[in-house]
């Protein structure tokens, strides 16, 4: 008697537990691209977590010509595609679209919504990254023994006014590092930087590919401060 109980009680556990995991797990879903054409195609495949509010999930793909490629991913799951250079969302496969299969020279209907949605988890997604790169960065400079310093930065005019603003840490260049943001004299932004930063004023966005700018070297941090303060022209 007692072994039967046992053996229910573990069976409830275990039903238990798997329906716990089933809540907690994003639901997902299996589709297909095809290419048709002879050309072969470059596409991404992103998956984004509302709860995260970032993509959680993707990989980029290199179909051939004539070939069709199965994905299976969380849901919503967006689909871009390389054209001229740029990565343009051709289309988002949520779960009603379970099995089918998707060309990727058709033009798909993405709402106004899809394309918030996308746009915001980019957004989210570098933000993302950003901070783990200013983790590994304390990380990186404590191994090379380099202090940070604060590095307080602010416009020059009493009104806010857009501002952008790169820099390169001493042990690599990344074109990526920075920010863009609206300052004035009351107004400005604190950065923690290792000794051997150079932060340059950019004339426009820095990160954009597609972006022509110019940009200055407005101060190189040494070791003989622990506190700058630098206004922009």
């Not at 343009?88 to 899809?114: A, H, W």
């Not at 380099?146 to 307080?152: A, F, M, T, Y």
């Not at 107004?187 to 966005?205: E, F, H, V, W």
């Amino acid at each position: 008697m007692k072994t039967q109980i046992t053996k229910i009680i573990i069976a409830c556990l275990t039903f238990i537990t798997f329906m716990v995991q089933a809540q907690t797990e994003p639901a997902r879903v299996s589709f297909s691209i095809k290419n048709p054409s002879l050309k072969s195609k470059l596409v991404d495949f992103k998956s984004y977590s509302a709860e995260k509010e970032r993509f959680t999930a993707g990989y980029g793909y290199g179909l051939n010509g004539l070939a069709t490629h199965a994905v299976n991913l969380p849901v919503p799951v967006y689909v871009f595609q390389e054209k001229n250079g740029k990565k343009e969302l051709i289309f988002v496969v949520t779960e009603k679209d379970n099995g089918k299969t998707f060309n990727v020279n058709e033009e798909y209907e993405v709402s106004r919504e899809q394309y918030l949605e996308s746009a915001r988890a980019e957004m989210n997604q570098r933000n993302y990254e950003k901070a783990k790169e200013n983790k590994s960065m304390e990380h990186i400079a404590k191994e090379k023994g380099l202090k940070l310093v604060n590095v307080n930065i602010k416009g020059s005019s009493w009104l806010p006014s857009m501002a952008h603003v790169r820099y390169e840490l001493p042990w690599g260049k990344d074109n990526q590092l920075g920010f863009s943001g609206s300052l004035s004299k009351f107004n400005g932004k604190d950065l923690m930087l290792p000794i051997g930063t150079k932060i340059y004023q950019c004339s426009d966005k820095y990160w954009d590919r597609d972006t022509k700018f110019t940009e200055k070297l407005i101060l190189t941090i040494d070791d003989d401060k622990s506190d700058l303060k630098v206004v922009l022209n």
